[in-house]
């Protein structure tokens, strides 16, 4: 498995102003699309391409495109709603596909109460939104169900990550014959006793779109 770890200043000055905890939902939704557009940027560095032959106004040239069958982005609702904006400025043409995941606040254990996705991913990078990756619990789920549905390759991108969220993904997926990236636009310190992510920004769901 591949991590990422955004180092980049724009980064950090956005993920500076999104964990105050003064700013405002719609400040923190313009921040979280802008901060995905970014890491979108490195998400997709290995997203396939095919050679295709161009005549420009001067001449003929050869360029590259996006492969067929197209990549498929999948936000995790619902915090990852939030990301999708910001994913598909850079992948437009993208089919988008939607896993309904929550996390039980005592237990910190995940489970699927939805999802939307095309039932067959063979061929497919498939980018799965998730803003943070605290105990892993939620995308090493979302790992299997992508994996056995036949994802090809799979990126993950998360606004924050914790040190025991990487390391659970990473020791689940050591053997995996599927390509697992995570790219994430910082690692934090720890995780706190209620699966908080330290220092963090608080419940990204709750501060993206209210409590509910
Ligand atoms: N989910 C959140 O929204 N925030 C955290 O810190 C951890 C999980």
Do not use: W
């Not at 000055?13 to 939902?25: A, I, N, P, W």
């Not at 892993?136 to 790992?143: P, V």
């Amino acid at each position: 498995m591949k991590v990422h770890v955004a180092n980049h200043p724009l980064v950090s000055h956005k993920l500076t102003v999104l964990r105050d905890e003064r700013t405002d939902s719609p400040t923190f939704r313009r921040l979280v699309e802008e901060l995905v557009t970014l890491l979108a940027y490195e998400a997709t560095r290995q997203v396939r391409t095919i050679e295709v032959e161009i005549t420009t106004p001067v001449t003929k040239t050869k360029g590259q495109k996006l492969a067929d069958p197209r990549p498929v982005v999948v936000p995790i609702l619902r915090a990852g709603l939030g990301m999708l904006e910001g994913m598909s400025k850079l992948l437009p043409t993208a089919e988008v596909g939607f896993l309904g995941m929550v996390r039980d606040e005592k237990t910190l254990e995940a489970s699927t109460y939805a999802n939307r996705l095309p039932e067959d991913l063979s061929g497919r990078h498939v980018f799965v939104l998730d803003p943070m990756l605290a105990t892993g619990g939620t995308l090493i789920m979302a790992f299997h169900y992508l994996i056995d549905l036949g994802a090809t390759d799979i990126t993950a991108v998360c606004i924050l990550s914790a040190p025991e969220g990487i390391a659970a993904v990473e020791k689940e997926f050591k053997d995996s014959k599927v390509p697992i990236t995570i790219v994430t636009g910082a690692l934090d310190e720890k995780l706190n006793e209620h699966g908080y992510i330290v220092p963090g920004l608080g419940d990204a769901g709750d501060r993206l779109y209210g409590v509910v």
